[in-house]
């Protein structure tokens, strides 16, 4: 008789006939169908409570993730303008470096280009471009520092080569030195010998 007790819990009496067991029984079955239906309806509130919290809540998400997206997007709108505006600032500043010890415009601004993305490759060939032509400038300017020789005089002009040949290697102006050693060697071929 324990399983009945336990079952029927307080209305349970000792010596009860089945009809009694019986309505005890539809009796707790109508208090727990109660209780069932009571607990339903506190779990249905509670959901549906739930869920306007989670829909609150997915819409709150939602304003400060696009907020968030939005502050995301002008971060990386103001990184790329300012990635930009530093590559502009270090090429002008390079090209102005470039320029002012003699570089062509458009040699200064390859090379620039490249400094700046780190071409090496590049700098270099240009740095090499610069000096062959630095070369020619200063050769050009050297014929065009050199007196021509006066006419009809006895040694082509009255240059005495080999002083300025002496006062070239001097200065360790080996260039000079060379054209001077050069317009001698000219000069003994064609028979006007000093």
């Given at each position: 008789?324990?399983y009945?007790?336990?079952l029927l819990?307080?209305?349970?009496k000792?010596?009860?006939?089945?009809?009694e067991?019986?309505a005890?029984?539809?009796?707790?079955?109508?208090?727990?169908?109660?209780?069932?239906t009571?607990?339903?309806n506190?779990?249905?509130?509670?959901n549906?409570?739930?869920?306007?919290?989670?829909k609150q809540?997915r819409?709150?998400?939602?304003?400060d993730?696009?907020?968030?997206?939005?502050?995301?997007?002008?971060?990386?709108?103001?990184?790329?303008?300012n990635?930009?505006?530093?590559?502009?600032?270090?090429?002008?500043?390079?090209?102005?470096?470039?320029?002012s010890?003699g570089?062509?415009a458009?040699?200064?601004e390859?090379?620039?280009?490249?400094?700046?993305?780190?071409d090496?490759?590049?700098?270099i060939?240009?740095?090499?471009?610069?000096v062959?032509?630095?070369?020619?400038?200063?050769?050009a300017?050297?014929m065009?520092?050199?007196?021509?020789?006066?006419?009809?005089s006895?040694?082509?002009?009255?240059?005495?080569?080999?002083?300025?040949?002496?006062?070239a290697q001097?200065n360790?102006?080996?260039?000079?030195?060379?054209y001077?050693?050069?317009?001698?060697?000219?000069q003994a071929?064609?028979?006007?010998?000093?």
């Open positions: 008789m324990s009945l007790s336990d819990g307080d209305a349970y000792e010596g009860m006939t089945a009809d067991i019986s005890a029984l539809e009796a707790r079955k109508k208090n727990e169908d109660a209780e069932v009571k607990l339903k506190a779990l249905s509130k509670a549906s409570e739930a869920a306007e919290y989670k809540l819409e709150k998400q939602t304003d993730e696009a907020a968030e997206a939005a502050r995301k997007e002008l971060e990386e709108k103001l990184q790329k303008e990635t930009e505006l530093k590559r502009s600032i270090a090429l002008s500043e390079r090209k102005a470096s470039l320029l010890i570089y062509e458009e040699l200064a390859q090379t620039a280009t490249a400094m700046v993305d780190g090496m490759e590049t700098v060939k240009n740095q090499s471009v610069f062959e032509s630095q070369k020619k400038n200063y050769a300017d050297l065009k520092q050199t007196p021509r020789p006066a006419s009809g006895d040694n082509g002009g009255g240059l005495d080569y080999d002083k300025l040949i002496s006062e001097a360790s102006d080996y260039t000079a030195a060379a001077y050693t050069r317009l001698k060697a000219e071929m064609t028979g006007n010998n000093p």
